[in-house]
């Protein structure tokens, strides 16, 4: 095929992999992508002729589309995702293991054949800015063209990935869409062959190979044993009315409010403060002149749309309005809009996610999705695409809580921060496949996206933190804690800034704190609370020794799973908290 021709200029070693899995495969045609507009335009315009995409309104949302994936496709779905290694102790209790040799040979079955008559795109792509030692590249390959368009958005897909990928390694994944038979899906991975295969799904995570399967769990097993981060944080720079800049960053599991703080609007009184996007869903970290320094990796947006509106991110409505793909969303028949829960009005003429106008339940699927480029984002911080790396003063930890959590406190040093990290458990939300509103462990918001032990993982966190000479101050946020009647307590949204604010101020010196059993909390008469009530604000900031005795006995047993691969570190950090808690 003349597409392999032109595989084999670009590297031996590409064209041999191509090769390997068409042969296998059998796909009628192979097509190279080089991440063109004429390349995205027509694979648009097939999309839109076979009814796989729906054009919106072009004068509302220009270069707009609707697409609706399979009911059964619809998320992540961690039960079907796979760690493949020849040691099922580097893996670890909480991840999926088989032996790579047995998952791939069982795989190969699976693939024998499954592109027969259709397209196989491959899809070179490039993660991090180019030519910067933070720069990784992959390929995709993909029977879809729903997938190849959204990796044109996410990745920088074309000349720069093919460049890296001829000057060194890069990660091969494959995506066949099969029957999309949930009780027969994989996304699975073998790091030390860099390879990443998905069969059977051709959604989100599980598809976009880029994404939560490259920039996450392969480079964070690459990543393992050397000066870098690879973590599933936003990343914000926030620049303070005297003009000083501070680089946060900070992990929350899906539904935790992390896009929402990645691009936080700034309420009235908060006008001179400037908060700057570097990464709302991933960021790559290594250490720099004894600074922990963060890049995003990746080149758009793949968010939630049900809860983005003009109260909680009036920023992302902005970015979507152009140049956007819908994944299950609703439709507005009356002006051909996309819409979901919380936007407002309600249309009169609605169709469901799966284009049915007599529905129960919502009308966009709770994972609905928007596929937007980034730098239509208006506030990009100056970092993002730098080769330097936006400095970091305070990492965050937020899982969603309705209970226990503070609204804000500070770790008195690094090893209790990163035990903060370990501990963080948070309500599940529709992100994930099963059910919602459950309280699980998820660590550094990282349970499903470490590849490796993560006793070695918290390890890994402390070695790096600890080489740092200038180490960034640890927190821990929670903007869901409700009263007994269930109301949030805490506004939320542009009111968080209010948090920020504070812990800027705490990395500068500016404000005292308040010594508690779990930390810095914020003295009451220097904290801006906003609007809220003084009674709202000690409920807010209230640490109830009970319930965080009972925090610390869930969070021992799924420490001990672990054994003694555990660091003596974070067992000493645990049990001094839990001394302080027992003598308050």
């Not at 106008?357 to 208006?378: C, E, L, S």
């Not at 730098?386 to 003063?393: A, D, F, N, R, V």
Request: aromatic share 12%; glycine share 8%.
């Amino acid at each position: 095929m003349e597409a392999l021709e032109e595989i084999r200029k670009i590297s031996n070693e590409l064209y041999e992999k191509v090769a390997y899995f068409a042969g296998i495969m059998q796909p009628k045609e192979i097509r190279l992508l080089k991440g063109t507009r004429e390349e995205f335009d027509e694979l648009v315009g097939e999309m839109l002729a076979s009814n796989e995409l729906i054009m919106l309104n072009k004068e509302l949302y220009p270069n707009c589309y609707l697409y609706r994936s399979d009911k059964n496709d619809v998320a992540r779905t961690e039960q079907n995702t796979y760690i493949c290694t020849k040691d099922r102790n580097e893996v670890g209790p909480t991840n999926n293991w088989v032996d790579e040799d047995e998952m791939l040979n069982r795989l190969i079955a699976l693939l024998s054949g499954i592109m027969k008559g259709k397209t196989m795109y491959v899809l070179p792509y490039l993660l991090g800015p180019a030519d910067s030692r933070f720069a990784r590249c992959g390929v995709e390959l993909t029977d879809s063209k729903y997938v190849a368009i959204s990796q044109m958005i996410i990745a920088k897909v074309g000349q720069e990935a093919i460049e890296c990928i001829q000057n060194g390694d890069f990660v091969f994944g494959v995506q066949a869409t099969g029957t999309l038979d949930p009780s027969n899906k994989y996304i699975a991975h073998f790091p030390n062959k860099k390879l990443i295969i998905t069969v059977n799904s051709a959604y989100g995570g599980n598809a976009l190979l880029s994404k939560k399967c490259h920039a996450l769990r392969i480079e964070g097993y690459l990543s393992k044993e050397k000066d870098r981060l690879i973590e599933h944080m936003m990343a914000i720079e926030v620049i303070d009315p005297q003009g000083r800049h501070f680089g946060i960053t900070g992990a929350f599991p899906s539904g935790s409010g992390k896009t929402n703080l990645a691009m936080l609007s700034p309420p009235d009184d908060y006008k001179e403060w400037q908060v700057r996007l570097l990464s709302d869903d991933i960021a790559w970290f290594e250490v720099s002149k004894g600074t922990l320094v963060a890049t995003n990796p990746e080149y758009g947006f793949f968010g939630i749309a049900p809860g983005t509106d003009e109260r909680s991110n009036p920023n992302a409505l902005k970015v979507i309005r152009k140049n956007t793909i819908f994944t299950n969303v609703a439709l507005d028949l009356e002006n051909n809009t996309p819409w979901w829960e919380g936007l407002a009005p309600t249309p009169k003429e609605l169709v469901d996610w799966q284009g049915n106008k007599q529905f129960t339940g919502p009308a966009a699927h709770p994972n609905a999705r928007f596929t937007t480029p980034i730098t239509q984002y208006p506030y990009l911080s100056d970092y993002y695409g730098s080769k330097e790396g936006l400095p970091i003063q305070a990492i965050l930890f937020g899982g969603r809580r309705s209970t226990t959590i503070p609204l804000v406190y500070e770790a008195y040093d690094y090893e209790q921060g990163i035990l903060v990290g370990a501990m963080m458990r948070a309500e599940t939300t529709a992100a994930v496949a099963g059910k919602v509103g459950i309280i699980r462990n998820d660590p550094m918001a990282m349970l499903p996206f470490c590849s490796y032990n993560m006793a070695d993982y918290f390890d890994h966190f402390h070695s790096v933190v600890s080489k740092l000479e200038k180490k960034p101050r640890f927190f821990n946020v929670n903007w869901f804690r409700k009263d007994e009647s269930g109301r949030f307590l805490w506004p939320g949204f542009g009111e968080n800034m209010r948090v920020i604010g504070w812990i800027t101020k705490r990395i500068s010196g500016d404000v005292d704190a308040v010594e508690s059993p779990i930390g810095y909390l914020p003295e009451k008469s220097s904290f801006d609370k906003g609007r809220i009530s003084d009674e709202t604000l000690d409920l807010l900031l209230k640490v109830d020794k009970k319930e965080w005795l009972e925090e610390l006995n869930a969070v021992e047993g799924f420490f001990n799973q672990f054994g003694e691969r555990i660091p003596k570190w974070l067992w000493n950090a645990f049990y001094k908290l839990r001394d302080r808690l027992e003598s308050c």
